[in-house]
Structure formats: structure tokens, C-alpha cells
């Protein structure tokens, strides 16, 4: 199993900017391409970014493409998300996800909107205006 826990939540003003933080544990090796996603209230869970084992290859959702940058520290077990320009509309619970499959595999599984094998519980980012 991998256990996956989020950080760096939190209240901000339109144009801020936050960093999350996703610490993984237990069979880390287990797992490749890890990726976040969101869920805004009254909304369906969606994609946000998804990154490889080496972090070379990234993905974006149109939403946040530009503003948002996902990296990874595979010494530290730990992907971030990097959010700026943040909008109320990227007000959402933001989760993060790993998968044991490579980063084509869960692209695939993005598109298809599949669940990722492992997920966090969330951190909570409110955006006003």
C-alpha cells in the first residue's frame, strides 16, 4: 500500500499564489506517475496535473494550463503543485494521486476518467475574490 498525504491548503485572495504538497509513503516503489486532482463543490472530481517517475513529462488541464506547475522530489517522496494567479473558480478540495502504472498509462486513465490506484484525503483551497 501507499499512503498519500496532502498539504499547503488554504484561503487566499484572487492572483495569490499557494504551494501544495503531497507526501508519499510506505511501497513508494511501487508506484510511477503521480498526479492532482480537484473537486469543487457541487462539481465532479477533475483532473489537474500528473507528472512521470523522472519528471520530465507533465500534464495540464486547459483550466490551469500556465498558471499551475507540477514537480516532483523523488528523494523526498513528495510532488508538489504550484498554483498561481489562483481564481475563486480554482476554489476546490485538490487531492493527490499515484498510480502504479507508467505516465502514458494514467493519462490514458485521465482521459478515460478512471481512478488512480492510491489516493489522499485532500487539502482544502478556497479563492475569493
Known amino acids: 500500500q501507499v499512503q498519500l498525504v496532502e498539504s499547503g491548503g488554504g484561503w487566499v485572495q484572487a492572483g495569490d499564489s499557494l504551494r501544495l504538497s503531497c507526501a508519499a509513503s510506505?511501497?513508494?516503489?511501487?508506484?510511477?506517475?503521480m498526479g492532482w486532482f480537484r473537486q469543487a463543490p457541487g462539481k465532479e472530481r477533475e483532473s489537474v496535473a500528473a507528472?512521470?517517475?523522472?519528471?520530465?513529462?507533465?500534464y495540464y488541464a486547459d483550466s490551469v494550463k500556465g498558471r499551475f506547475i507540477i514537480s516532483r522530489d523523488n528523494a523526498k517522496n513528495t510532488v508538489y503543485l504550484q498554483m498561481n494567479s489562483l481564481k475563486p473558480e480554482d476554489t476546490a478540495v485538490y487531492y493527490c494521486a499515484a498510480d502504479k502504472g507508467n505516465y502514458y498509462s494514467v493519462l490514458e486513465k485521465i482521459a478515460n476518467h478512471c481512478e488512480l490506484d492510491y489516493w489522499g484525503k485532500g487539502t482544502l483551497v478556497t479563492v475569493s475574490s
Open positions: 510506505g511501497r513508494t516503489f511501487s508506484v510511477s506517475a
Open positions: 507528472i512521470n517517475w523522472g519528471g520530465g513529462y507533465t
